[in-house]
């Protein structure tokens, strides 16, 4: 679905920093931490030659609304390495508003836990 959609040169929006299901990610550092992260993004972009482009809204106080920032990614190899820290650094321009709830760091059913440092 998402491929099709990129040859026919239309947008598609992933949540990337959630975690994927197994054979779906690999093991890659998220803030000093090994998170199973998801493979998709790059693949996609390999395949099609589509840009990828970021996207954090950042909540304004009183309700106002969000301030979209659009951050372009490199082309190229956009391994699981690289997208996690397109990631931290969004997040880090506003860490209050991250979805810390969530669990980036699970290990999904069936996969293999990690035994080294993530970075690869």
């Given at each position: 679905?998402?491929?099709?959609?990129?040859?026919?040169?239309?947008?598609?929006?992933?949540?990337?920093?959630?975690?994927?299901?197994?054979?779906?990610?690999?093991?890659?550092?998220?803030?000093?931490?090994?998170?199973?992260?998801?493979?998709?993004?790059?693949?996609?972009?390999?395949?099609?030659?589509a840009?990828?482009?970021?996207?954090?809204?950042?909540?304004?106080?009183?309700?106002?609304?969000?301030?979209?920032?659009?951050?372009?990614?490199?082309t190229?190899?956009?391994?699981?390495?690289?997208?996690?820290?397109?990631?931290?650094?969004?997040?880090?321009?506003?860490?209050?508003?991250?979805?810390w709830?969530?669990?980036?760091?699970?290990?999904?059913?069936?996969?293999?836990?990690?035994?080294?440092?993530?970075?690869?």
């Open positions: 679905m998402f491929y099709k959609a990129l040859q026919r040169g239309e947008a598609v929006g992933l949540l990337p920093d959630q975690a994927p299901g197994v054979g779906e990610g690999a093991w890659a550092e998220f803030f000093g931490r090994p998170a199973y992260t998801m493979t998709l993004v790059g693949r996609l972009q390999k395949a099609s030659g840009a990828v482009v970021m996207v954090f809204a950042e909540r304004l106080p009183h309700g106002r609304g969000y301030h979209l920032l659009f951050q372009s990614v490199p190229g190899n956009l391994d699981e390495v690289a997208l996690n820290r397109t990631i931290e650094a969004l997040i880090r321009r506003c860490p209050a508003q991250y979805l709830g969530y669990n980036r760091y699970k290990v999904p059913e069936g996969a293999e836990k990690p035994t080294m440092n993530a970075e690869r």
